[in-house]
Structures are given as C-alpha cells and as structure tokens.
C-alpha cells in the first residue's frame, strides 16, 4: 500500500479536531503549515472558531462563527448584515472605484446586475471557456507530465489563471507563460489591497491610489473593446447582456480579484490533498468519482477561508445580541472542515452546501468557472490513470489567499526526470 494511504487511514476514523488532527495526518500538517505561512493568525481564528457554536465575540475582531448554519444565516440576510459599511469588502472597494461600489455591489443595482449575469458562468459556459483558454497549455503539461518531468502545479496555475484572464476578459497580451504570471502577479497586487484589512476596511489614501493605477492597467482596455467584444468574452457577454461598461469594467475588476487567487490557490492544494491523503487511487480506481474529488477538494481547501459582514440592525442569535455597527467573521475553512477529511467518496453535505463559495446573495459568481478548471486540473494529475507524487513544495508567505508558492509533482510511474 502507499505511503500516503497508510497516513491517511487512522484520520478516517477519528472525529476531526483542526487542531491536534492538523498536526496528526499528513494532509493535515501541510494545509496547517499553507494556513499559518500566509497569515500566522488564521490557524488561531480556525482553532477558535471551534468553540463559535454558534458564534462568539473575539475581543478587536468582533464576532465570528464556524457554524455552516449560522453562517448560512448571516450570508442570506440581507436585512441584518451588510458587506458595504466598514468591515466588509464593498467598503474596500468602493474606496478604490467609486460609490457607484455601493449600489453595485450590495444596493439595489447588485439584485440587477446578479439577474443578467446569471449566464455568465453556467456548467457549459465554464466548460467551454476553460477549453478555449487553457485547451494548448494544458496539452503541454499533460505530454510533460506523462513523460516523467516535474510540473510545478503551483506555478502552472497561475499561469493558467492568468491566461483565463487576459481569455476572459479579452485583453491584449503577449501568448507566453511570462506574460501570463505577470497578469497574475497584477491580480495579486490588487487583492493585497485587502491585506491587513480584517479588523478595518479603512484604506491609507497612498493604497488607495496605488490599486486605481493597477485597476486602469487591467481594466483600461474595456472603454475601447466594449462596442465590438466577440460575445465568447466576458466583455461581450456583458454586453450583450445588457450591462453597461461602468457595471462590466467594475465586474472585471470583481472578476480579477474574486477569481485568481482562489482558484489557483484551490488547483495546487488539490494535487497536494489527492496525495497527502492517498485519495488519488481511490479516483483513479473510480474515474467517476472526479465530481466528488473537485467538491470535497473545495470543501477542505476553502481558499477563500473568512467572510466579513458588517451588522447593519440588532438582532439575537442564540443568547446572544448583535448590535447595529459591529462586525462578525464567518470562518469558513472551520465551517467545511469541521465535516471531516477529504474523502472523494464523501456525499454532499447538505448542512455545508457549498459555503466554500458564500451563500446568499454574493455567493461566488464564477463557482461554475471554478469547478470546471478545478475538473481540468485532476484530470491532468490522474487522467491516465497513473498515481503522482509530491516531489517539493514552498508554502506561499504572507499571502491574502493560503496557496503553495511552489509544489512540484511528478508521475510515480515515470523514470526520475532529474
Ligand atoms: C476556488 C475558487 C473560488 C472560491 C473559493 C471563491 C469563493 C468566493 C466566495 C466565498 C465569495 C463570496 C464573498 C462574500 O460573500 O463576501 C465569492 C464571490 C465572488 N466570486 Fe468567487 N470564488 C472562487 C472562484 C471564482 C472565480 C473563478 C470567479 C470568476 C472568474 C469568481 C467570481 C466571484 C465574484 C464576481 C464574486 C462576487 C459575487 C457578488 O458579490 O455578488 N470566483 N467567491
């Protein structure tokens, strides 16, 4: 039996801790080491977020919860809680686009805008988008791969994120996996914007002028693309989807930052829990399990590992009573992983859903998109049936979203490539 099975096996029996299970299985120990290299304080929060049943008050942080349910009830009520005023990601970003942030992105035009984009990103869109962008690239690394080289899986995805991007969003860029990275450092820069920003969303006037300058460079290009996109970009879609260019270059820029770090983060730490839990043979054993793998693979990873809200009016849950001006932290991470290993046998876990992407009105746009590269990834790693290891990894420091800085894997099968 392989290595990475027998240190998986007794985790499949215990009731998960995130604590002392995170330094018990190998899967475990590397996404608690992933977690605290990008932000030492997150594997604390997680850890307390065990006792927020439903939810405590953390001195400096406000409220936080790790209760699907009552996370599930913060995210659906709009009445009670808000993104928008200090503490929540509308704030942030309305300091850097504009007001119009405030009717866009939680106001009335947000209901609007959610309505005629709701095409966007279907299964079949997703699907077809991913084919167009990464169909040659991939190719690439499948050949690579299945002929023993190291691929850096790590490096791989941001490339790949970056050329969805410039796909997406039909910007002029040179084809080359430099060019690609740089696009994806440009993201990067932008989500940093938020660093820092889970106890305030008030930005230094010099961050703000800062991400405007990285906005235009990524978005500069709609104002002349708009009239003419070919309805296969995102720019065209929106379009004919009836949205203005104000409502189509803030959701690029929405786009860009919601979608880059998360889903590169969500690739390589996919690969690293398929063989740190040994679950990879149980898919290659059954191919029809992929749906499941990319599920509990979002589940576990949760890239995007805390939700802010903002309450906008008293309420009580439980014994407890929000006030009017405070802020509660949804921890998600805790939430999902609280349901167990990774396990690409686990059925969906109704109680979850899939809170690894939000719920309510602001849950992830591009879950579809996601899925679909995510699908793409675990079909390059097993698709031919042959397992793979874990050759290295870095873990990437002082990140906004947890993600291997470096992970290179390479086919078990396959002579020693260096
Ligand atoms: C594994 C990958 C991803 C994860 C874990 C993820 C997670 C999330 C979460 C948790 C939210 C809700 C935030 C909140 O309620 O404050 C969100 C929103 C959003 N995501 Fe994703 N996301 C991922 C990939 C993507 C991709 C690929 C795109 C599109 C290219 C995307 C576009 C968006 C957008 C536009 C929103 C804002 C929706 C709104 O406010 O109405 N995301 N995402």
Aim: overall charge negative.
């Amino acid at each position: 039996m392989p290595v990475a099975e027998d240190l998986e096996a007794p985790v499949r029996e215990r009731t998960l801790n995130p604590l002392t299970d995170g330094l018990g299985s190998s899967a475990r120990a590397h996404e608690h080491r992933l977690l605290s290299a990008a932000r030492p304080a997150l594997p604390f929060l997680n850890w307390l977020g065990m006792f927020a049943k439903p939810l405590i008050k953390v001195p400096g942080l406000g409220w936080i919860t790790a209760d699907p349910l009552t996370a599930r009830a913060v995210l659906t009520d709009p009445d009670h809680f808000t993104l928008l005023s200090e503490g929540g990601v509308g704030h942030l970003w309305a300091q850097i686009l504009g007001d119009w942030v405030y009717d866009l992105f939680d106001g009335p035009g947000h209901h609007d805008l959610r309505t005629r984009s709701r095409e966007l990103f279907t299964e079949k869109t997703s699907a077809a988008f991913v084919e167009r962008a990464w169909g040659g690239r991939i190719e690439d690394a499948r050949r690579a791969f299945e002929a023993g080289e190291d691929v850096d899986l790590a490096d791989l995805s941001r490339i790949l994120v970056g050329q969805m991007v410039v796909t997406l969003l039909g910007m002029p860029a040179e084809d080359s996996d430099e060019a690609y990275r740089e696009i994806f450092r440009t993201g990067e820069e932008l989500a940093a914007t938020a660093l820092g920003t889970t106890a305030d969303t008030v930005l230094p006037p010099e961050k703000i002028a800062a991400a405007k300058v990285i906005v235009e460079k990524l978005t500069g290009h709609i104002d002349a693309v708009f009239p003419t996109a070919s309805g296969d970009t995102i720019i065209g879609r929106c379009r004919d989807l009836g949205l203005t260019l104000q409502e189509t270059k803030g959701l690029s820029t929405l786009l860009m930052v919601a979608g880059t770090e998360t889903a590169a983060s969500a690739m390589a730490r996919t690969a690293a829990l398929l063989f740190d839990t040994g679950e990879q043979h149980a898919l290659i054993a059954k191919p029809s399990l992929l749906e499941n793998a990319v599920r509990e693979a979002l589940r576990v990873t949760s890239p995007a590992p805390i939700i802010g809200r903002s309450v906008l009016a008293d309420l009580t849950i439980g014994r407890h009573t929000l006030r009017a001006g405070e802020r509660i932290v949804v921890l998600t991470w805790t939430a999902n992983n609280l349901a167990g290993a990774y396990r690409v046998d686990r059925d969906y876990i109704p109680q979850n859903r899939q809170l690894w992407f939000g719920a309510g009105r602001h849950l992830c746009l591009g879950g579809p998109l996601a899925r679909a590269e995510l699908s793409m990834i675990v079909q390059l790693l097993v698709g031919d049936g042959q397992p793979f290891r874990v050759v290295s990894r870095r873990y990437g420091k002082g990140v906004l979203i947890p993600a291997y800085e470096s992970l290179v894997v390479r086919k078990v099968t396959s002579p020693v490539s260096r």
